[in-house]
Structure formats: C-alpha cells, structure tokens
Antibody, heavy 118, light 110 residues
Framework: EVQVVESGGGVIRPGGSLRLSCIASGFTFDDYMMSWVRQVPGKGLEWISRINGNGDTTDYADSVKGRFTISRDNAKNALYLQMTSLRAEDTALYHC???????????WGQGTLVTVSP | QTVVTQEPAFSVSPGGTVTLTCGLSSGSVSSTHYPTWYQQTPGQAPRTLIYSTTVRSSGVPDRFSGSILGNTAALTITGAQADDESIYYC??????????FGGGTKLTVL
C-alpha cells in the first residue's frame, strides 16, 4: 500500500523551532517529488514546499521562505520539514504528499498538527 | 503575489450540473498551470479528482470532468449527488517551482 505518515508536530512557542518528518512506503521514494501542504483547521489548503527526487532542488511559498527548510533522506524513505522562527500563523495541520505529476498530490498523510502558542 | 480565485460557495440541485472555476488574479489559466482539483470532506485528507487539467484520477466517477473554460480552469459535476457536498480546491503551478491553492468552493447539494 502506498502511504505517507507524518510525525513531529506539537505545541511550540513563537520563535521556536520544530522538525516534521514523513515516512513513505509502498513506492520507490526517490522517483518522486514530495511536497508539504498545510491547512489551518477549518480553513483552506496552502502549499508550502517541494523537493525533487534527488533533493537538489527545493521550492518554497513566500510565507515560509527563509524560515522553513525541506529535505529528504532517500535511504530512509524520509521527508523532513525544519521549521524555525515559528509564528502564530504557522499553526496548522501539516501534510506531506507524494507529487506524481506537478500539483497531483497523492497520497496524503493524515497530517501532524503544529500549534504555535505562548 | 499571485492569487488563485475560486467561488466561495455554490449550490446545485440533486441531479443538476454545476461548474466551479479556478482563475488567476492576473492572466489566464492554461494547461501549463497544471490545474488540479481536490475534494475534501470534514476531517478527511483531500482526494484528487482531476489532475493535469482534464485527467480523472483513478476511481473518480465520470460525472466529474475538468477543462479550460475561457480564462479559467473548470470542474464540472454532471448529475450531482448528495455525497458531492464537499469543499473543492483547485491548485495551480503559478511560476517556476511555486504552486498556489485557491481558497476553495463549498458546494451544497440541495
């Protein structure tokens, strides 16, 4: 079964850092781009970052550029999101997703919740 | 900053046809924006309906179709059913490396 499972979320103070992980299974991990997409509970989806299969190309939404870093370890089938200088507006459910074709995110994990609060 | 626009809400009668659109704050949508449509119900991860403008994802009923309509991408539901009541999101590849989701359209079937 093709699946991705996120972890690493939690409650963090503004200005703090957190690293999210996503473990993939059921497919050849390094054949695919991977993305992070977040969703504030009750609100819309926001694409925030993408990395290509070998990890040498990364892209970021303006809202996280310079604060978040996406990376991957293909030997471990793992995707990461290092988040720094966290703000209240970063509070969201963070999903990782395989990107089969540009913008075609599938599957999605159930997400890991990040809450930035004093 | 590029904004992807969607109707905030739409309603359709059971059995009816509805077309949701996905536009850009500046310029026209084309296949080079890789329009992709997702359906999301409360508490669930998004489900892919349409990718690459017109391609129906595996298992998606053929009452869902994607197209370019004028200067927007469009999702048409023909013969709407009660369980189509969901939020529909589009996403566009707006410039090199960057994807942007629309705000979503809440579809009511009544």
């Amino acid at each position: 079964e093709v699946q991705v499972v996120e972890s690493g979320g939690g409650v963090i103070r503004p200005g703090g850092s957190l690293r999210l992980s996503c473990i993939a299974s059921g497919f050849t991990f390094d054949d695919y781009m991977m993305s992070w997409v977040r969703q504030v509970p009750g609100k819309g989806l926001e694409w925030i970052s993408r990395i290509n299969g070998n990890g040498d190309t990364t892209d970021y939404a303006d809202s996280v550029k310079g604060r978040f870093t996406i990376s991957r370890d293909n030997a471990k089938n793992a995707l990461y999101l290092q988040m720094t200088s966290l703000r209240a507006e970063d509070t969201a459910l963070y999903h990782c997703a395989r990107e089969r074709i540009r913008n075609w995110f599938a599957p999605w994990g159930q997400g890991t919740l990040v809450t930035v609060s004093p | 900053q590029t904004v992807v626009t969607q109707e905030p809400a739409f309603s359709v009668s059971p059995g009816g046809t509805v077309t949701l659109t996905c536009g850009l704050s500046s310029g026209s949508v084309s296949s080079t924006h890789y329009p992709t449509w997702y359906q999301q119900t409360p508490g669930q991860a998004p489900r892919t309906l349409i990718y690459s403008t017109t391609v129906r994802s595996s298992g998606v009923p053929d009452r869902f179709s994607g197209s370019i309509l004028g200067n927007t991408a469009a999702l048409t539901i023909t013969g709407a059913q009660a369980d189509d009541e969901s939020i529909y999101y589009c996403v566009l590849y707006v410039r090199t490396g960057i994807s942007v989701f629309g705000g979503g359209t809440k579809l009511t079937v009544l």
